[in-house]
């Protein structure tokens, strides 16, 4: 490694930002979080915003990852191509000054379709080369933008988003399901049979509106709305993820509260789910790029 | 009919509102259009609201259809369930006053499923009174919620509401597509090939997203994404609406462009579609109810 006193990691997203201090063998001596996403970051005002980051947790290198590689970031970071391993991601590194180098995303183009990835990369290539997930794995990350990436020889072979969080939340703020979506979605029996309509129906935009009509109508309550239309998204997306293939187990990575909802519904499904941590993955994957640099 | 000078129609929306003074022979002879709708009248405020409505176009009885019934209007008309024909609708008119009549709205609970309509009754029965559509038909209501209706012996059998138009108007308002979808989506190429995709595959939360990807990818052009996204929403709607049955003719009614964009798509999956006009079928059904008072 170029680094021999260390390095300060950071995960760079849209509207939150978290970085640790690595020493030289790879354990956290410091860490913080805050709200200072990309989209709070003026053009220009990079340079001071990580010079921040270096007053907070000392004047070393930093290796950066997430939105911060994005067109709205610091500097773009152009996607690397499928499949990408850590190898692939080390190489493409772009380097914003001597001591500050940006991780690329992953981009996908084949059967048909064209799909793009920036921040997630590092986590689920950290859980492979940790050992977190086998070198051949299905991994969903769910999010904003719920990843399905399937990993083979611990590379990302190809991977699918699916917009599920962004879209309960569109609902949930702004639409005609607002108020009924309001309550926390739980893992429970509303949760199980929206999840199991998503599964085997594809008439998502038809029973979204259902779900207000039901509780008008007095064949549901309205205390189960929000797990209801949670588990007819996500189980929506688990069968887009599952492509129509016998379930197996897939590894669920990301934020605990969500990965409950998916193991949820994959095993609705009949699959096995296996949840992780995202952030010792997101650890274990910038210090295996900066072993490399 | 009681009204022997005529009346006042009123439709009666959630951001708008459209009022017509139909003579005793049911000719329209003055009308007016404004943003006075439900939301805009503060609870308790509806008389003063109809009183202006008498002071434009003349002191004569009212007959209101549309949000003005709901929970949120002037007084609640509660729905009728299917099946439900203008009788059923005169039967079940709310009277708020001596001379103003609420019309109720419509419900189906079956097949698994429950839904509500208030508003779309009155110009699917109109139609259907009136000759332009046959007593049998499939009707397809677009809007903010399009409705895909059942007609059978000049009644509505079974309905169903796919909420793409408020889907299409949260992402362009709110979403990472939203940059993006700021054009106009018209029925050219790029909406052939979302519909096409929306009437073929059925992963509509994941193909939305690839509408950002491919653009990124430089694989779509960045000008085509609002109509291949609109087509995308609209395909998936036509195969939530013909539900896997081979194509016949739909009658599309409603705002004249989204009317011309349903055709498309329903033309794009082999079947036939004829566009009606949506006013016109308003007045035949309102002047239809109140020959039944």
Redesign the interface.
């Known amino acids: 490694m170029r680094w021999p006193n260390g390095f300060i990691a950071v995960d760079w997203g849209t509207t939150n930002r978290r970085a640790y201090r690595l020493d030289p063998a790879g354990a956290c001596t410091a860490e913080f979080e805050d709200g200072q996403g990309v989209l709070s970051v003026e053009p220009g005002r990079f340079p001071d915003a990580v010079a921040e980051i270096r007053r907070r947790l000392g004047d070393l290198p930093l290796l950066l990852a997430g939105m911060v590689g994005s067109n709205r970031g610091w500097v773009e970071a152009r996607?690397v191509p499928c499949p990408a391993g850590l190898d692939d991601l080390a190489t493409n590194l772009v380097w914003p000054g001597e001591r500050e180098a940006i991780v690329p995303g992953v981009?996908f183009?084949g059967d048909g379709?064209?799909?793009?990835m920036r921040g997630e990369e590092v986590q689920l290539l950290g859980a492979a080369a940790a050992g977190r997930v086998p070198a051949d794995a299905l991994v969903c990350h769910p999010g904003t933008?719920n990843k399905w990436v399937v990993v083979e020889d611990r590379r990302i072979a190809s991977f699918?988003?699916?917009?599920?969080g962004?879209?309960f939340n569109?609902?949930r703020?702004?639409?005609?399901l607002s108020d009924l979506l309001q309550g926390n979605a739980e893992p429970g029996d509303a949760f199980a049979a929206g999840a199991r309509h998503g599964l085997d129906q594809?008439?998502?935009?038809?029973?979204?509106?259902?779900v207000?009509?039901?509780v008008?109508?007095g064949?549901?309550r309205r205390e189960d709305a929000a797990s209801y239309a949670s588990g007819l998204?996500i189980g929506?997306?688990v069968?887009?993820g599952l492509g129509g293939k016998a379930p197996g187990t897939t590894f669920v990575m990301g934020r605990p509260d969500l990965a409950r909802l998916y193991a949820a519904a994959i095993r609705e499904a009949g699959g096995d789910a296996i949840e992780l941590d995202g952030e010792q993955s997101f650890l274990s994957g910038i210090q295996a790029i900066a072993t490399r640099i």
Chains 1, 2 share one sequence.
């Open positions: 996607y981009s183009v379709r064209a799909d793009v933008h699918r988003t699916v917009m599920t962004e879209l569109l609902l703020k702004h639409s005609i594809d008439d998502l935009t038809s029973d979204l509106f259902a207000r009509a039901r008008l109508l064949t549901a998204l929506s997306d069968r887009i």
